[in-house]
């Protein structure tokens, strides 16, 4: 599936599933592709890696100290790892802004 701006890109042979995004600003594109594609119920955030798209599941401080920055470990305690690639995630300063994102853009669904 292509989502994308350019009507060049989906009149190309190869393209056997596209849409054409309409908005030019980027959370009313988000909130058009939500509601186009009827994906609001699964919003699960913070499940799937950034880098690879692997499952992130919780994992234990002790199990991937040694693999922490030595700030990382004296600050943060609960972790999530990549089952795929491995990377490693905390709940630092970019999470929170990253929850409050998630959070403002569900509400603008809700809001009656």
């Known amino acids: 599936m292509i989502l994308t701006r350019d009507r060049g890109i989906l009149k190309r042979r190869v393209v056997r599933y596209g849409y054409l995004i309409k908005s030019n600003d980027s959370k009313e ?10 994906l609001l119920r699964n ?29 990382t470990r004296k600050y943060y305690n609960e972790f999530f790892r990549c089952t795929m690639c ?3 995630y905390w709940k630092g300063g970019h999470r929170e802004r990253m929850e409050e994102f998630v959070g403002d853009f569900l509400d603008d669904f809700f809001i009656p």
């Open 29 to 38: 594109q988000l909130r058009e592709i939500f509601l186009n594609f009827d």
């Open 43 to 71: 919003i699960k955030p913070f499940l799937r890696c950034i880098s690879c798209n692997g499952i992130v599941e919780r994992v234990d401080k002790e199990e991937i100290m040694e693999e922490l920055q030595p700030l």
């Open 86 to 88: 491995k990377k490693i």
